[in-house]
């Protein structure tokens, strides 16, 4: 976001309209990654698995 605005700001290579076309594509896609680990954690969430870590070497169990 910020190298778009820097571009934008030293060149007139873009207009004001690419520019905040892309920023709008990177906030949409943020936002989908958002809503997916959301729903993710929603489906998921409840599974725990305990799990119980001994030395290798240790015979006790």
Partial sequence: MGLEYIVFKLSDYLSL??????EFG????????LLQNIENLARFGHNLFLVRITPVGDKTK
């Fill in 17 to 22: 309209t690419a520019f905040e076309l892309l």
């Fill in 26 to 33: 990177l906030a949409f896609s943020w936002l989908l990654l």
